[in-house]
């Protein structure tokens, strides 16, 4: 199962904060909105596999 992580307020953001939990090891998945078209300046979701969430969380505190 997935959690949800943390909220961000677009796209690029998104794909910054999956390249730095990627280099981590730690899985991340970005959940766009619900509109077909979603421009990448809207906000996205990040989630993260239960058993990683405090691995992330530890990540963000090291930061």
């Known amino acids: 199962m997935w959690s949800k992580f943390m909220d961000v307020k677009s796209g690029y953001t998104a794909q910054i904060w999956l390249e730095f939990f990627q280099a981590e090891g730690v899985a991340l ?17 990040l989630w993260v596999p239960d058993s990683k969430t405090h691995v992330a969380a530890e990540l963000l505190r090291k930061i």
Request: net charge negative; charged share 35%.
């Open 29 to 45: 998945r970005i959940v766009p909105p619900l509109e077909t078209d979603a421009p990448m300046n809207e906000a996205r979701e």
